[in-house]
């Protein structure tokens, strides 16, 4: 029969609305065994299946709905068919009555876990598949395959301690000296890691596998968070303390071990066992004094102030001194001692060799400075200048800062104890000539001018001046010829008429001694 159509496909088909208006309560049209409509509300309203087998066809459902027990279907039970669901508690398969929104959809709309499975409670995706395959808890966007936003806890780890793994993946925990953290993989991990607390490595923990590290504060063992510094590291590139070790603080490079064993104390490049660049501390050194070593090395000080070669033979170093210091013995050099290396000395008893302790100012110095007796010797005593030699060769006892001017220039008395030998000058021409011999400045450089024995007389002139006297200097013509000779500042060539300072030097009188004091003055 058709209502509303002429071509019915049906026992009933009704093109168009249709009311029964036998079925008086809203809600599902339900028929029983023998066909008859009728209709029920609330919790009742389901669609049920009223035969034992599987039905041919399909069925749509527009809006939500409720089942009321098991939902078997024969083929597939399409959730969301208008990819409506935008990533939240909706259009999704709901368990329960709505409004506490638990249930499982799929996100259909672009972006976020699109094509993937979102597991809800309370209206919030716990739990997340997504389309690659990865699982997250906690995040709808898992990068791995298990991924976890928060905390996890596995119980059927049970005891407390690091969670190790074995070649197979299966997890397991452990306490005490058996807590290890274990690498499974033969090469080097692609991220770093953080310890929380104390722990034991079992084997090699290796620190900037990549050879990153270029002499500074990175790539390193550090303590405690990062910008503070505080480290060990090993340059790995080129130049530098490579190969070596780096102690940092406040990211500064403090301590340094070379590859060769040299320890440096603010220096990378050690040059010694030990090499400091700044002062130093030893406080097991607490009397102040020279810092001296034993033959095993065993370091102390003296209170005097000493240094001490502590070895037989001669070293092969130099040393300097800096300021003031003493020798307890005998000083032995293989080679130079500089004293005032500085050239301090200023003619003062300061900066000198000096010769028992301080005050008494005995010693031997050497004025550096200009003027006075630059680069010659004076000897102190009382820190007075006593006797000095000018750079010239010339001696002055008791000059004080004066120069001496002649070959031994005495300002004041002097008393000779023993015989004075004086150097004596052979007259070098033959004494019988007639005529007058004049002295020459080879003459006269010898305190005596002696006349060999002639058979005649002879006369001799005294040289003037400019031939090389000196005030002062005194001149002894001795005759030890048989006959007298004359001697005269006046060369006339005639021996019996000499002119002033005339002398008849007769065999037994023997000397006449001269004085120069701009001419020449007999004096005995």
Not at 172 to 197: E, K, R
Not at 432 to 450: E, N
Not at 500 to 513: E, I, P, R, W
Request: charged share 10%; with cysteine.
């Amino acid at each position: 029969m058709g209502i509303r159509t002429a071509a019915p496909t049906a026992a009933l088909d009704v093109n168009g609305s249709t009311r029964l208006r036998g079925l008086t309560t809203a809600g599902f049209v339900t028929t029983d065994a023998s066909g008859n409509l009728g209709s029920v509300v609330g919790s009742g309203s389901f669609v049920q299946n009223h035969t034992a087998t599987v039905q041919a066809g399909g069925f749509n459902l527009n809006g939500s709905g409720a089942v009321g027990g098991a939902l078997v279907a024969g083929g597939t039970v399409a959730v969301d068919a208008a990819n409506a669901n935008d990533g939240t508690a909706a259009n999704f398969l709901r368990f329960g009555e709505s409004g506490s929104a638990e249930g499982i959809g799929s996100k259909r709309t672009v972006g976020g876990n699109r094509y993937g499975v979102d597991f809800y409670t309370n209206g919030v995706a716990r739990l997340s598949v997504a389309n690659g395959g990865n699982v997250g808890i906690g995040t709808t966007a898992p990068t791995a395959a298990l991924d976890v936003n928060g905390g996890a806890r596995l119980r059927g780890l049970t005891t407390s301690g690091v969670v190790t793994t074995d070649a197979s993946g299966n997890l397991s925990s452990g306490t005490g000296s058996g807590s290890f953290i274990q690498n499974q993989t033969a090469t080097a991990q692609a991220g770093g890691f953080n310890l929380s607390g104390s722990g034991t490595v079992g084997g090699t923990v290796t620190v900037d596998a990549a050879n990153a590290n270029t002499g500074t504060a990175a790539s390193f063992l550090r303590f405690g968070t990062s910008g503070s510094g505080e480290g060990i590291g090993s340059k790995r590139t080129a130049g530098g303390n490579f190969g070596g070790l780096d102690f940092y603080t406040a990211g500064t490079n403090r301590l340094s071990v070379a590859s060769g064993g040299n320890v440096g104390i603010r220096t990378t490049a050690p040059t010694a066992a030990l090499d400091v660049n700044g002062t130093t501390r030893l406080r097991g050194l607490d009397g102040a004094g020279v810092v001296l070593a034993d033959i095993d090395g065993n370091l102390s000080t003296n209170p005097f102030g000493y240094i001490q070669n502590q070895a037989a033979t001669v070293q092969p170093g130099g040393f300097n001194l800096s300021d003031n210091g003493r020798v307890s013995g005998t000083l032995t050099a293989g080679g130079t001692v500089g004293v005032d290396a500085a050239d301090f000395n200023d003619g003062t008893a300061t900066n000198f060799l000096r010769f028992g302790a301080i005050g008494s100012g005995e010693g031997i110095g050497s004025k550096r400075t200009p003027n006075g007796n630059r680069y010659g010797l004076d000897f102190y005593t009382n820190s007075t200048s006593r006797l000095s030699i000018a750079s010239g060769g010339n001696v002055g006892i008791g000059l004080g800062t004066n120069t001496a001017t002649a070959p031994l220039d005495v300002n004041g008395s002097a008393r000779l104890r023993g015989n004075l030998r004086r150097d004596v000058r052979l007259c070098p021409v033959n004494t019988t000539s007639a005529t007058y011999y004049t002295l020459t400045a080879a003459d006269i450089a010898f305190d005596v001018f002696k006349v060999a024995n002639g058979a005649y007389a002879r006369g001799f002139e005294l040289p003037a001046a400019g031939s090389g006297q000196q005030i002062g200097q005194e001149l002894t013509i001795y005759n030890v010829a048989t006959s007298s000779c004359i001697i005269s500042n006046v060369n006339t060539d005639n021996p019996t008429t000499p002119t002033t300072l005339q002398d008849s030097n007769t065999a037994g009188l023997h000397a006449v001694k001269f004085i120069w004091d701009g001419v020449w003055i007999r004096v005995q």
